[in-house]
């Protein structure tokens, strides 16, 4: 069983789009996360939200915004996608605070042309 | 299935003495590894990292040994500080992607 899985895992889109990437954690953990990881490989923290509730806003253009319908789920829709929002988007989930082990996705890698 | 795996999920060592941070995988095709540092309320940060033609990488007080062969890898920090108290992830990658899989992390906690 998947602990925490991300949809799509692969997606190519145009400048200008709006696109959606979807999470999910099957572990009933109370805080979930994502993460930018640039082409060095470092992971930026974007988002955390503890039982849908926003507790760190990173420094992120407005363009990306997260939504939790429940705990159980932290989609992250993206506005008028530009060339350099292409990178891999990492969503994670703990227990109940970041101090605490994470468990990460798969990744979702998105390019945009 | 949890191709990255750390089985052991706190260490607490004291301060001054060498501390080891355990990490296996399972996928034999995985080229690059990499160690990041979390602090609480903070993202992970890049730490270390060891291609496969290696077995050792060193920088500093830290260093990760790769045995490929047992397709595990280790970090040693000596010696250990306070300021080094965090949680430890260890990632992997493969040629065939740019994506890391991460482990689930070991909170080391160095004492005085």
């Known amino acids: 069983d998947t602990a925490v899985s991300q949809t799509p895992k692969y997606l190519v889109t145009q400048m200008g789009n709006d696109k959606s990437i979807k999470c999910e954690q099957n572990?009933?953990?109370?805080?979930m996360y994502w993460y930018k990881q640039d082409s060095k490989k470092f992971l930026k923290i974007m988002f955390s939200?503890?039982?849908?509730?926003?507790?760190i806003n990173e420094t992120v253009p407005n363009r990306f915004s997260p939504k939790s319908p429940d705990k159980a789920h932290l989609n992250l829709h993206i506005n008028s996608l530009e060339l350099g929002d292409s990178a891999v988007y990492f969503c994670?989930?703990?227990?109940?605070?970041?101090?605490?082990?994470?468990?990460f996705g798969p990744g979702t890698r998105l390019l945009v042309l | 299935d949890q191709q990255v795996k750390q089985n052991s999920p706190s260490l607490s060592v004291q301060e001054g003495r060498i501390s080891i941070l355990n990490c296996d995988y399972t996928?034999?095709?995985?080229?690059?590894f990499l160690w990041y540092k979390k602090y609480p309320a903070e993202g992970p940060t890049f730490l270390i990292s060891?291609?496969?033609?290696?077995d050792k990488n060193e920088d500093g007080r830290f260093t990760v040994f790769l045995n490929k062969s047992a397709k595990h890898l280790s970090l040693h920090i000596v010696p250990s500080q306070p300021g080094d108290s965090a949680v430890y992830f260890c990632?992997?990658?493969?040629?065939?992607?740019?994506?890391?899989?991460f482990g689930t992390g070991t909170r080391l906690q160095v004492f005085p």
């Open positions: 994670a989930s703990s227990v109940e605070s970041i101090e605490e082990t994470q468990y």
């Open positions: 572990l009933g953990h109370d805080t």
């Open positions: 939200y503890n039982n849908k509730e926003l507790i």
């Open positions: 996928n034999s095709m995985f080229d690059y």
């Open positions: 060891i291609s496969s033609i290696k």
């Open positions: 990632a992997a990658s493969g040629v065939w992607t740019d994506k890391l899989i």
